[in-house]
């Protein structure tokens, strides 16, 4: 893929995070999500590309924009796959809390898992601790290795994990290693990004998210030297039926980064509410400014970016 791509997508981020910010704490998750949706959606539409959406807002009956299956871009080359959430946190942005993001990921044809909407039993870990986890092993036994690895005791590990009734056993064990915990509303791909970040303090992530948000995420850690590990979790019959319609043809499998998002890959975000990785949209008079990321996985190089956006003179798509 052409280097120059990366900063087309944060174009991309960047008009879904401006989008939806100004839907920031009025409670109406809905509106905040069509918002972002149709920011992204327009200005992708305006790349050089010939790009499928394999993983977004749903299948085509549920979703009128970015479903799954989709195809943005111009139509010319280059062939690439899409993976996006135009607003990673619709609940966070609806009560005006913190890191939410616009995400969107990319990689040549056939390198992202075709995950399908349901859930995902997740490990994710910075490079310091890449390569020490196995998602097969019990949450005790991945804290004590990821200790092992970076240096510390188990009692100076923090483990991020989303704040879920189904995690009860696991915050019990987390808890009885001494490991420390940040509970989290929503968030999960920032969450697993700021496993790479030694100023967030957080070490691991554990847990079960989105399987979609576990494609996104991936993509990211591949880019800044990360790992992470993940295996389907169907809550139904029909989500079974579904995954093998996308051509998941083993219920069981752990599946490891590069299975996720294989390949060279790109990432971008924008910052919709501020965060521990990027600060959110803040608005001035006749406009605002953003704060973005940009990846590549193939060079490893990680570009942040302030931009100001000034109202009266938006880009015609």
Do not use: W
Not at 236 to 251: L, Q, T
């Amino acid at each position: 893929m052409d280097r120059n791509l990366a900063l087309e997508f944060i174009r991309v981020t960047e008009a879904a995070a401006l989008a939806s910010a100004l839907l920031m704490g009025r409670g109406d998750e809905k509106a905040a999500d069509q918002a972002a949706v149709d920011g992204m959606r327009r200005t992708l539409n305006s790349i050089h590309m010939a790009g499928t959406v394999v993983i977004g807002e749903g299948e085509r009956d549920e979703a009128p924009m970015l479903y799954i299956g989709e195809k943005v871009g111009s139509g010319e080359e280059p062939k690439v796959d899409i993976a996006l959430d135009p607003l990673e946190g619709t609940t966070i942005t609806a009560i005006g809390g913190s890191n939410a993001l616009s995400v969107i990921a990319v990689a040549n044809e056939g390198q992202f898992l075709h995950a399908p909407d349901t859930y995902m039993d997740k490990i994710a870990v910075g490079p310091a601790a890449a390569g020490c986890i196995d998602i097969r092993k019990s949450a005790s036994e991945n804290i004590r290795a990821v200790a092992e690895c970076i240096g510390r005791r188990p009692d100076e590990v923090t483990a991020v994990i989303l704040d879920r009734p189904r995690h009860s056993e696991l915050i019990k064990e987390v808890r009885a290693t001494g490991a420390r915990i940040k509970l989290i509303r929503d968030g999960d791909v920032s969450a697993a990004i700021a496993t790479c970040r030694e100023d967030t303090g957080i070490d691991i992530l554990l847990g079960i998210g989105g399987a979609p948000e576990g494609v996104i995420a991936a993509a990211a850690l591949r880019c800044v030297g990360g790992d992470m590990q993940g295996v389907l979790k169907f809550r139904n019959d029909e989500e079974r039926e579904r995954a093998k319609r996308m051509g998941v043809d083993d219920f069981n499998r752990a599946y490891t980064i590069t299975d996720l998002a294989g390949g060279d890959v790109m990432f971008a975000a924008t910052g919709v509410t501020s965060g521990d990785f990027l600060q959110g949209v803040r608005f001035f008079r006749g406009g605002a400014h953003t704060h973005s990321v940009v990846m590549r996985s193939k060079s490893g190089t990680v570009r942040y970016i302030e931009a100001t956006h000034h109202f009266d003179s938006k880009p015609v798509y």
